[in-house]
T-cell receptor
Framework: SQQGEEDPQALSIQEGENATMNCSYK?????LQWYRQNSGRGLVHLIL?????REKHSGRLRVTLDTSKKSSSLLITASRAADTASYFCATDPDSGGSNYKLTFGKGTLLTVNP | NAGVTQTPKFQVLKTGQSMTLQCAQD?????MSWYRQDPGMGLRLIHYSVGAGITDQGEVPNGYNVSRSTTEDFPLRLLSAAPSQTSVYFCASSYGQAGANVLTFGAGSRLTVL
């Protein structure tokens, strides 16, 4: 079953604008991760935020986590055409012990128009 | 560093045929996993392994077998292919740090079952 659900399913913006994608999940987590997938390629890890963190930055990426609402957002600032890709959130469930079943959402397709 | 290498990249099978998707990593990662990606479904975990000789089922294990005889290799076997197994398959690996399981993905293997 899907743990994370991204919103919106698709997003189209102009180069230079900011892009915001959201992820909601159902159960307690150890951490939440965001991955990017360019068309026809494998997924690439972008950023990880732990359950005790509220915000994290990496370059033009800003991730927030609200565990009370079981939601996360990914903000890409000053977007570029090269940011065109699908973005997935993945949740690492807190099952009380070692758990390696990272669960992915269905993704948000971001198109950045030049 | 090659990272995670998957072969073949493309394969067409007839219903009932068997085949093995190969996955190899050169990063000395303990954790390896197989996901399938279908349109509108995101990625779903098939099987995973936390070390040589240890495997476990994911969300959608039926119709697939795995084994882990070495740290480097984690092949996925389809014993009797069905059209429902038409998908893109991704192998992923990590150091397997509990609570921070960050995955490195292969480029994918696109399988069509006629």
């Amino acid at each position: 079953s899907q743990q994370g659900e991204e919103d919106p399913q698709a997003l189209s913006i102009q180069e230079g604008e900011n892009a915001t994608m959201n992820c909601s999940y159902k159960t307690s987590i150890n951490n939440l991760q965001w991955y990017r997938q360019n068309s026809g390629r494998g997924l690439v890890h972008l950023i990880l935020i732990r359950s005790n963190e509220r915000e994290k930055h990496s370059g033009r990426l800003r991730v927030t986590l609200d565990t009370s609402k079981k939601s996360s957002s990914l903000l890409i600032t000053a977007s570029r055409a090269a940011d065109t890709a699908s973005y997935f959130c993945a949740t690492d469930p807190d099952s009380g012990g070692s758990n390696y079943k990272l669960t992915f959402g269905k993704g948000t397709l971001l198109t950045v128009n030049p | 560093n090659a990272g995670v290498t998957q072969t073949p990249k493309f394969q067409v099978l007839k219903t009932g045929q068997s085949m093995t998707l190969q996955c190899a990593q050169d990063m000395n990662h303990e954790y390896m996993s197989w996901y399938r990606q279908d349109p509108g479904m995101g990625l779903r975990l098939i099987h995973y392994s936390v070390g040589a000789g240890i495997t476990d089922q994911g969300e959608v294990p039926n119709g697939y077998n795995v084994s882990r005889s070495t740290t480097e290799d984690f092949p996925l076997r389809l014993l009797s292919a069905a059209p429902s197994q038409t998908s893109v398959y991704f192998c992923a690996s990590s150091y397997g740090q509990a609570g921070a399981n960050v995955l490195t993905f292969g480029a994918g293997s696109r399988l069509t079952v006629l």
